[in-house]
């Protein structure tokens, strides 16, 4: 590519984007713990979505010291329904270590910034660019779909070698003066005007360079690599009411919503109604001895997962007696109580709706 092309390319989408960026809090600042809190929240969510959850979060926690001194549990709860839970739970844990280690101040360096939990290549890129204007080009879901139809380019996005293929280029047109308005413009072009379904090509300041136009195969790319298989899961959900009293566990390990609170639960390896949970062993263990009746509240709830799709019964249990192992393995908390408690979007909405 030669520089007048990657000149005009950088200069056509700061163009744009002066006249059609969308207005958004974290654009107003260079505040470098905004911007990270911002990068975070975007991965895997929707802006109209992620602006929501942004503004309460600074509010509730405005720097990163503040961040670094509130509980896990409060900031999992901040982060309730939006997901990938594991981002809060490494923003949590690297506001710890940005207080300790760096003095309260978020790194202005590559090495420094890419060794902190969650940050990864794409996020180090944004924060470097954005809030301290140094020359790092960011590669996202947007960059690949401009970038790969811009030049045709059918390598898989998703493979190593077209990791490495795009990067490059993102690098061969990163306008090193303004790194952060380039970075912001080529996202907001993917994201507003050459979108994945309704490519505004008529209309495109980069139409006549666009190759992909010219052969009339916008849609041919990006080209992905297969897509992984998903897994289906069964959860059959209680709800215990005893004296006032609801019960939850805290998922620990390595799966989904780790340290996020559940009823007590039982998965199963295919969809089972209540005949056969009472024949399964941990139905037993969890309601031996135990003085309880079950009405079926909700059935089939499918909740989707990037991986995982979720087929959830809930139960309402209205108990009078527990056994040992029941009180002793879940935690007990008064029912006005439980919106305290961080939990899953699944949970939750049956709370909400129940
Ligand atoms: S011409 Fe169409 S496909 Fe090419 S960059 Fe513009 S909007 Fe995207």
Redesign the pocket.
Known sequence: MNNHKQLNISHHLKKWYTINKRSLPWRDTNNPYKIWISEIILQQTRVTQGLEYYLRFIKRFPTVNILAQASETDVLKEWQGLGYYSRARNLHATAKKIVSFYDSKIPDNYNDIISLKGIGDYTAAAILSIAYNKPYAVVDGNVY??LS??FAIDTPVDSSLGKKEFKEIAYNLLDEINPGTHNQALME??AL???PFQ?????????D?????ELNK?FD?PVKQKKSKVRSRYFNYFNVNYNGYSFFNKRIGKDIWKNMYEFPLIETDEEVDLTQLFEADSFKTLFANANVAFILKQTQVKHILTHQHIYTNFYEVEATKLNEYFVSNFLKIEIDEIHTLPMPRLIHRYLEYK
């Not at 490519?199 to 139409?207: F, G, T």
């Not at 360079?209 to 136009?213: A, E, L, V």
């Open positions: 779909r401009v139809r811009l072009f993917g005007h050459c979108t490519p505004l090509c008529k209309s495109c300041p980069l139409q360079i666009c190759i992909s136009k916008q790319f």
